[in-house]
């Protein structure tokens, strides 16, 4: 049975939502599902804007021939061929082979290795080409990388609509709704369209930005993306924060803390500097990511202006869920955060300086202060160190000069560090006849700590 909505008089929702699988592309947690977008114009030729995701096409067929009755398909415009967009776009040409396919030259390529198919009589279209199709006129604008290299959107001059493809998308399936404007939408959906962006398309700020400035030259007065909701007023509410994420510029002048934790410690370090902060009055988020998805944890690195890592030494390294969060940051670009980090080792503290490395591979992250360091746990005296902490972060958020710390700051501590494992032995002097506790290697393998 067909479930469709109408748009215009002739410019059908044609889509539909997946509820029942729990992950989106195989990795994104989607427990609201998701909504596949496809439309269709009935004008005095058919037009197809794209195809859906195969686990929502049998919905979407009967949708099609049900909106079509009978009238042959004229037309089907590929703007993005990737699977949750194209991967019924084989069955369907098999189904009306009367229609012509309407993409750019990438995008043939693409359908040729998707679909072993060759569209016959295909229509190639670049930046700036039209195409009638009776009433409604169409321009369509070159979009690569976003977030594929093929990704064309098109504009209809007619309805002043734009077909944006990836763009002003978001998580969840529709639930009956389809304009924004039917909804609380930045109650009920801003979190999970910015999760949407910054986990599929924030690698690509820059090209996001390139067709903003491209669409800013069109009179839009309705967008209708391939996920989520459809605009047709109220625009700034997501234009202006899509320039913000395009921008790597933070929504919220706040904290937000992600934090690993294998026996808890690392975590009381958190939980300490989160309740100073708030008592600051910054607000704050806090994330434990051995358990919360880092597709959130990602979005909300992309929210706040400023950024605490709090991990334990692992192997020498960074315990892993943190390691994987940093590199996930790393590989989809953010940049412009002020950072704080919580180390913690309890014979040899690594995870800082790894952390460190990692964000010094990041574009304008700037570190604030020198990470505070546990020995396996917060010694006697040292939530003084997350005192000062805290005090530097919110005079950063509020851009105030951090109050004078009136605490001395304790000596470093001497010692002597294993250069087989990385044991410190703190002490002023080594026995010659010292062994390392670890190891087992004798004193001519300890070097002074530097």
């Given at each position: 049975?067909?479930?469709?909505?109408?748009?215009?008089?002739?410019?059908?929702?044609?889509?539909?939502?997946?509820?029942?699988?729990?992950?989106?592309?195989?990795?994104?947690?989607?427990?609201?599902?998701?909504?596949?977008?496809?439309?269709?114009?009935?004008?005095?030729?058919?037009?197809?804007?794209?195809?859906?995701?195969?686990?929502?096409?049998?919905?979407?067929?009967?949708?099609?021939?049900?909106?079509?009755?009978?009238?042959?398909?004229?037309?089907?415009?590929?703007?993005?061929?990737?699977?949750?967009?194209?991967?019924?776009?084989?069955?369907?040409?098999?189904?009306?082979?009367?229609?012509?396919?309407?993409?750019?030259?990438k995008a043939i390529n693409m359908i040729r290795q998707f679909h072993a198919a060759d569209p016959k009589g295909a229509i190639l279209v670049?930046?700036?080409?039209?195409?009638?199709?009776?009433?409604?006129?169409?321009?369509?604008?070159?979009?690569?990388?976003?977030?594929?290299?093929?990704?064309?959107?098109?504009?209809?001059?007619?309805?002043?609509?734009?077909?944006?493809?990836?763009?002003?998308?978001?998580?969840?399936?529709?639930?009956?709704?389809?304009?924004?404007?039917?909804?609380?939408?930045?109650?009920?959906?801003?979190?999970?369209?910015?999760?949407?962006?910054?986990?599929?398309?924030?690698?690509?700020?820059?090209?996001?930005?390139?067709?903003?400035?491209?669409?800013?030259?069109?009179?839009?007065?309705?967008?209708?993306?391939?996920?989520?909701?459809?605009?047709?007023?109220?625009?700034?509410?997501?234009?202006?924060?899509?320039?913000?994420?395009?921008?790597?510029?933070?929504?919220?002048?706040?904290?937000?803390?992600?934090?690993?934790?294998?026996?808890?410690?690392?975590?009381?370090?958190?939980?300490?500097?989160?309740?100073?902060?708030?008592?600051?009055?910054?607000?704050?988020?806090?994330?434990?990511?051995?358990?919360?998805?880092?597709?959130?944890?990602?979005?909300?690195?992309?929210?706040?202006?400023?950024?605490?890592?709090?991990?334990?030494?692992?192997?020498?390294?960074?315990?892993?869920?943190?390691?994987?969060?940093?590199?996930?940051?790393?590989?989809?670009?953010?940049?412009?955060?002020?950072?704080?980090?919580?180390?913690?080792?309890?014979?040899?503290?690594?995870?800082?300086?790894?952390?460190?490395?990692?964000?010094?591979?990041?574009?304008?992250?700037?570190?604030?202060?020198?990470?505070?360091?546990?020995?396996?746990?917060?010694?006697?005296?040292?939530?003084?160190?997350?005192?000062?902490?805290?005090?530097?972060?919110?005079?950063?958020?509020?851009?105030?000069?951090?109050?004078?710390?009136?605490?001395?700051?304790?000596?470093?501590?001497?010692?002597?560090?294993?250069?087989?494992?990385?044991?410190?032995?703190?002490?002023?002097?080594?026995?010659?006849?010292?062994?390392?506790?670890?190891?087992?290697?004798?004193?001519?393998?300890?070097?002074?700590?530097?």
């Open positions: 049975m067909y479930c469709t909505r109408k748009i215009t008089d002739d410019l059908i929702w044609i889509g539909a939502n997946d509820r029942q699988h729990p992950v989106f592309e195989a990795a994104h947690p989607v427990p609201r599902g998701m909504s596949y977008n496809s439309y269709l114009l009935l004008d005095e030729k058919t037009v197809l804007f794209d195809t859906v995701d195969r686990s929502v096409q049998t919905q979407f067929m009967e949708n099609l021939e049900h909106t079509l009755n009978g009238r042959a398909l004229d037309y089907i415009f590929v703007h993005h061929m990737e699977p949750d967009h194209a991967a019924t776009l084989g069955d369907l040409m098999l189904r009306h082979p009367e229609a012509k396919i309407v993409c750019n030259g670049n930046e700036g080409d039209t195409l009638s199709t009776g009433k409604h006129n169409f321009t369509f604008v070159a979009a690569p990388m976003v977030h594929w290299p093929e990704v064309v959107v098109s504009y209809d001059s007619t309805d002043k609509i734009l077909f944006s493809a990836d763009g002003f998308g978001s998580f969840g399936a529709l639930n009956g709704i389809l304009f924004a404007d039917e909804i609380d939408w930045e109650r009920d959906w801003l979190d999970e369209a910015r999760r949407y962006y910054t986990n599929i398309v924030g690698k690509y700020g820059p090209q996001v930005m390139a067709l903003l400035k491209k669409a800013s030259a069109l009179d839009i007065q309705m967008i209708c993306p391939l996920h989520g909701p459809v605009w047709r007023r109220d625009f700034s509410k997501i234009i202006d924060r899509y320039v913000k994420w395009a921008s790597y510029e933070p929504e919220v002048q706040g904290v937000v803390i992600p934090f690993a934790s294998i026996y808890g410690h690392t975590e009381t370090a958190a939980n300490i500097l989160a309740c100073r902060l708030a008592e600051l009055g910054v607000p704050v988020e806090m994330y434990d990511v051995s358990v919360s998805h880092y597709s959130h944890v990602l979005s909300d690195c992309f929210k706040y202006s400023h950024i605490v890592f709090a991990a334990p030494t692992f192997n020498n390294g960074i315990f892993d869920p943190m390691e994987h969060l940093l590199r996930d940051l790393a590989h989809h670009n953010l940049q412009n955060r002020k950072v704080a980090l919580i180390q913690n080792g309890s014979w040899a503290p690594a995870s800082g300086k790894l952390m460190a490395d990692i964000l010094g591979g990041m574009k304008n992250m700037e570190v604030l202060e020198a990470p505070v360091t546990l020995k396996s746990a917060l010694a006697p005296g040292q939530e003084g160190e997350l005192e000062a902490l805290a005090r530097a972060l919110a005079a950063s958020v509020k851009g105030e000069e951090p109050a004078p710390v009136q605490e001395e700051v304790p000596a470093k501590p001497k010692g002597f560090v294993c250069k087989i494992c990385g044991f410190i032995y703190e002490s002023d002097t080594l026995p010659d006849d010292y062994v390392c506790p670890i190891c087992r290697r004798p004193a001519s393998d300890f070097a002074p700590v530097q």
